[in-house]
């Protein structure tokens, strides 16, 4: 039988699958980023390495950054799974035990 809490997991993982679709368009676009912020250097190692000491603790604060935005897709990757399997008891068929009825 579905109540309003099987509804409320229906919104709950579509909600979920929205926010890891737009995340994993999102960690892209920052590969791109970090990706031409290489080629920018590329020629220019000196220049990278000082531009890198200079912005050390903004690279520490970003790296720390990515660590938690990736664990935040990895607890909702998670989520997803427990909360369709928690669909798929509402979505199983209702076994009525014969010994009961009799």
């Known amino acids: 039988m ?22 994993e368009i999102y960690f892209k676009f920052r590969d791109l980023k970090e990706r031409a912020q290489r080629e920018r250097y590329k020629n220019n ?7 890198k000491l200079i912005n050390l603790p903004i690279n520490t604060f ?11 897709y990895k607890k909702a990757l998670k989520e997803i799974e ?17 010994k009961k009825n009799s």
Do not use: G, M
């Open 82 to 98: 427990v909360i369709s399997e928690e669909i798929q008891k509402y979505d199983q068929p209702q076994i009525i035990d014969e």
């Open 2 to 23: 579905k109540d309003k809490f099987y509804f409320v997991l229906q919104d709950c993982l579509s909600a979920r699958k929205e926010w890891i679709s737009q995340t």
């Open 45 to 51: 190692r000196p220049i990278y390495i000082i531009n």
């Open 62 to 72: 970003n790296l720390i950054s990515k660590i938690n935005e990736y664990s935040k």
